[in-house]
T-cell receptor
Framework: NAGVTQTPKFRILKIGQSMTLQCTQD?????MYWYRQDPGMGLKLIYY???????DKGEVPNGYNVSRSTTEDFPLRLELAAPSQTSVYFC???????????????FGSGTRLTVV | DQQVKQNSPSLSVQEGRISILNCDYT??????FLWYKKYPAEGPTFLIS?????DKNEDGRFTVFLNKSAKHLSLHIVPSQPGDSAVYFC???????????????FGRGTSLIVHP
């Protein structure tokens, strides 16, 4: 049981380049999330998904796109990388019920992205 | 405007003593609160949570206290151990407008160092 797996762990992009951050989970969780963490800041929600085929914007969605074609995978796409997107990106998942009795996310180990 | 505030960026404690990490929130709609622990180069891991219908929740060495009137919660670690040295994030959530998923808002974190 691998949990939430993110790839790559590190990446350096040039301004204007594009890339996809991969996230996959093997826990059959319905809910998946993408967060970014800037230095000295808390985690900010980029996008989330409540199930395959359903995605919604979080607090800071500009510059990103997501898709959810399967329960397991939730890739995050950066189309035109900008220095402001330099951050650590975390993918998370949870069972996802209307009541928070399942509480607690399972996070991946993160992708450290630098845009130069 | 930060809805979840952790005003102490860092805390240093001697092994065996109590660690108290504080968190304040401004949104009165928050009704579920969580603490996460994060080691360097790893994703956050869920530690403990509390619902607004309670004022205390205990799990081993970890206890979370909630004071709704003051919009304040705290995490107590007793006794503190060197392995507890990590960044601790407070998070608060409310049911979304659609009545669906609870999506937490995170604080900026407090770095706890426990000295042997």
């Amino acid at each position: 049981n691998a949990g939430v797996t993110q790839t790559p762990k590190f990446r350096i992009l040039k301004i204007g380049q594009s890339m996809t951050l991969q996230c996959t989970q093997d826990m059959n969780h319905n809910y998946m999330y993408w967060y970014r963490q800037d230095p000295g800041m808390g985690l900010k929600l980029i996008y989330y998904s409540v199930g395959a085929g359903i995605t919604d914007k979080g607090e800071v969605p500009n510059g990103y796109n997501v898709s959810r074609s399967t329960t397991e995978d939730f890739p995050l796409r950066l189309e035109l990388a900008a220095p402001s997107q330099t951050s650590v990106y975390f993918c998370a998942s949870r069972i996802g019920q209307a009541l928070p009795i399942d509480y607690g996310y399972t996070f991946g180990s993160g992708t450290r992205l630098t845009v130069v | 405007d930060q809805q979840v505030k952790q005003n102490s960026p860092s805390l240093s404690v001697q092994e065996g003593r109590i660690s108290i990490l504080n968190c304040d929130y401004t949104n009165s709609m928050f009704d579920y609160f969580l603490w996460y622990k994060k080691y360097p180069a790893e994703g956050p891991t869920f530690l403990i949570s509390i619902s607004s219908i309670k004022d205390k929740n205990e799990d081993g060495r970890f206890t979370v206290f909630l004071n709704k009137s003051a919009k304040h919660l705290s995490l107590h670690i007793v006794p503190s151990q060197p392995g507890d040295s990590a960044v601790y994030f407070c998070a608060a959530s409310a049911r979304t407008a659609s009545g669906g998923s609870y999506i937490p808002t995170f604080g900026r974190g407090t770095s706890l160092i426990v000295h042997p």
